[in-house]
């Protein structure tokens, strides 16, 4: 009980699974728009939201958008497109398949601290998995790194 009662305790968690969630949200981008970038065609510049406008090509489409994926049912869902790009990159030889169970579990687990912030709040059986950000962290360098070199 002591997680919902100690405001350093509560204000260390917020700012963890904060750090968790913006961690995430960065490798999930990297992952989603380098790919993105080269195999879609850039129309221009969206100036209001900052964000370039590209048009999907065949190529794109097949790799990504209709990649068969047997684990996912919903093949239009936000985490089609991340998977199926965590899975263009250990295709590329960027990562492996561990990395790639790495990418889910970091997926899954910010889905947890997002969806279900109470229980991180209260439940002292959930905390954020500090490895797995240390994780998130190393896969954002290594793909980061790999798109460079």
């Excluded at 490798?27 to 100036?47: A, N, P, Q, R």
């Excluded at 899954?108 to 601290?113: P, Q």
Aim: aromatic share 8%; hydrophobic share 40%.
């Amino acid at each position: 009980m002591k997680k919902i009662t100690d405001p350093a305790t509560i204000k260390r968690n917020l700012m963890i699974a904060s750090l968790f969630v913006t961690a995430f949200e960065m490798l999930k981008s990297s992952v989603e728009d380098k790919i993105k970038g080269l195999l879609c065609e850039i129309t221009g510049f969206d100036d209001e939201k900052g964000t370039v406008k590209t048009k999907v090509t065949p190529t794109y489409r097949a790799a990504i958008l209709d990649r068969d994926i047997p684990e996912i049912t919903n093949k239009k869902s936000d985490f089609q497109v991340f998977y199926a790009s965590c899975l263009w990159f250990q295709d590329s030889g960027a990562i492996t398949e561990e990395e790639v169970k790495d990418l889910q579990a970091i997926r899954k687990h910010r889905n947890l601290i997002t969806h279900n912030p109470v229980r991180l709040l209260v439940d002292d059986a959930v905390d954020v998995n500090l490895e797995l950000l240390r994780k998130a962290h190393h896969m954002l360098n290594k793909i980061d790194k790999w798109w460079i070199l």
